[in-house]
């Protein structure tokens, strides 16, 4: 979702003003992934290294993030109408108290939806994914659920917070990753866009999905988890929600 | 909400006529483009003045460049042009990220392309595995290039080793939290790769941008630029990407 504030100041409004009418244009393009089937969308909102931005911009993120769960929440009936399942990836200690509560409540609200799962990477990196991943691993070993045999591409890939992409749209006509799902995007197609995330129209989604089908690669088969990975996982499961119930709580 | 018939009636036709237009676009890429390059298979002297003419120009340094390659589409020659022009560019680093596995294998054949283009030109080419053979230079101002071949095992398998090790307790990853860093598990993670700085810039050639797996720690800032729609390798596309890369800017999160 890149080009709010170039949107912005090719307009001449406010950085803020791109923000806003960026969010709009998730909640639009969110819209048209359900009218088209996708099932699995995920958006990079805000990375670890956006903490590095203004004091007053990274202020004005926090809010707008604070105010769209906020109504979000309020509307949580018509997202479990339309079953949207939403799950924020990312460090989520590093986000304020109260903030990091709105987006526990929205996940555990959101829970037992499954037509599309909306994933929505805020405070996250590529690395510092993959990092906190290679941490659960080393805890599972430390506490005998795992053996270091059972360590394979496999089993991180199941300890990420996002799972792999089949298609990455980047608008703005950037050309790099810029830290995001540097583990996922292995045979994934890229596709680089020069039109602004603000500007984004169907066209430009339904032009990205062609592109996709032209060139996606052959469906790999599903591996089945042994015994004593899938009990890792599982274990590792019920752990994240029981820290998103005491987020609630804070 | 649309039958599925008419859905997959729709499906085949657009892909269809998209189909006809990219037929279309490679008729007319071959019949005018081509046309106007000529190919040529060695590094000529026109190569190096372009080079020399083009570069000075560019303000942002280059130090490693990662070309993925498909060895269906280039030839050992290609790759070796792509070595030599980066030479004189003054690229420090060269990888190949080996798509299909055979420039692996083949490693030999690059070698002696390599060598074979080299002549007359000044500066020197280490390769990563192999002791320095050609190490006269002309002068300390002469390039060095380093070239590795990277191919998947390099990049998911290997973060999957390092994390193997932490396990058993072969290397030691110091943790100040509950869960490693960035900074903390990759300090331990950068030794497994001798600290070859991370790629600026990866060339593609074809339709279809896709990492294949090339290290995925290392590509986070990355810039993936298309050298070819089709897989040729020409002197013009060359400086064509690096100028491209020369206009990426990069904000780092600001």
């Not at chain 2, 941008?209 to 013009?236: K, M, N």
Request: some cysteine.
């Amino acid at each position: 979702m890149d080009g709010n504030r170039r949107f912005a100041k090719k307009n001449s409004v406010q950085s803020s003003v791109g923000h806003h009418k960026g969010f709009d244009k998730l909640s639009e393009t969110l819209k048209w992934c359900l009218d088209l089937g996708v099932p699995e969308v995920t958006v990079y909102a805000f990375s670890i290294e956006n903490f590095k931005r203004s004091e007053e911009e990274v202020a004005a993120l926090m809010d707008l993030a604070r105010d769209k769960f906020k109504r979000l929440l309020d509307e949580i009936e018509l997202i479990n109408e339309w079953g949207v399942r939403i799950h924020v990836a990312g460090r989520l200690s590093m986000l304020p108290e109260d903030l990091r509560s709105l987006v526990a409540k929205a996940m555990l609200a959101t829970k037992n939806n499954n037509i599309l799962q909306l994933n929505i990477a805020y405070a996250y990196t590529g690395r510092d994914e993959i990092s906190r991943g290679a941490s659960h691993i080393i805890d599972g070993i430390q506490n005998k659920d795992l053996s270091p045999e059972d360590i394979d591409e496999d089993l991180l890939s199941q300890t990420l917070d996002l799972g792999e992409a089949e298609l990455l749209v980047r608008t703005s006509g950037e050309v790099r990753l810029s830290d995001f799902m540097l583990w996922q995007v292995s045979r994934t197609v890229l596709y680089f866009t020069d039109v602004l995330w603000p500007e984004f129209s169907i066209w430009n989604l339904l032009a990205a999905i062609i592109h996709f089908q032209r060139n996606a690669p052959p469906v790999l088969p599903e591996l089945e988890n042994t015994k004593s990975k899938q009990k890792f996982l599982d274990k590792l499961e019920n752990k994240w929600w029981q820290e998103l119930e005491s987020y609630v709580i804070c | 909400m649309l039958s599925r018939l008419i859905r997959q009636i729709l499906f085949v036709l657009v892909n269809f006529v998209v189909n006809v237009l990219v037929a279309v676009q490679n008729v007319y890429h071959r019949l005018w483009v081509r046309r106007c390059k000529v190919l040529d298979d060695e590094v000529t002297k026109n190569d190096v003045i372009m080079i020399m003419d083009n570069v000075p120009k560019m303000k942002k340094s280059l130090k490693h460049l990662v070309v993925l390659v498909d060895t269906n589409h280039h030839s050992m020659s290609d790759l070796a042009r792509l070595v030599i022009w980066s030479l004189i560019t003054g690229i420090p680093y060269v990888s190949f990220h080996d798509i299909t596995g055979d420039l692996k294998q083949n490693e030999e054949k690059l070698f002696l392309a390599i060598e074979k283009k080299k002549k007359g030109i000044p500066g020197c080419i280490k390769w990563s595995n192999k002791p320095d053979l050609n190490g006269y230079t002309y002068g300390m101002n002469a390039n060095n290039v380093f070239i590795n071949i990277f191919s998947y095992k390099d990049g998911r398998p290997q973060i999957v080793e390092c994390v193997r090790q932490i396990a058993k307790g072969c290397i030691n990853c110091e943790k100040k939290t509950n869960e490693f860093t960035t900074e903390e598990f990759g300090k331990v993670l950068t030794q497994m790769y001798n600290n070859i700085p991370d790629p600026d810039l990866v060339l593609y050639t074809g339709p279809h941008c896709c990492t294949y797996g090339l290290l995925p720690w290392q590509i986070r800032l990355t810039e993936f630029i298309q050298l070819a729609l089709e897989h040729s390798v020409d002197i013009s596309s060359y400086i064509g990407a690096l100028y491209k890369y020369n206009k990426c800017d990069q904000r780092f999160g600001k």
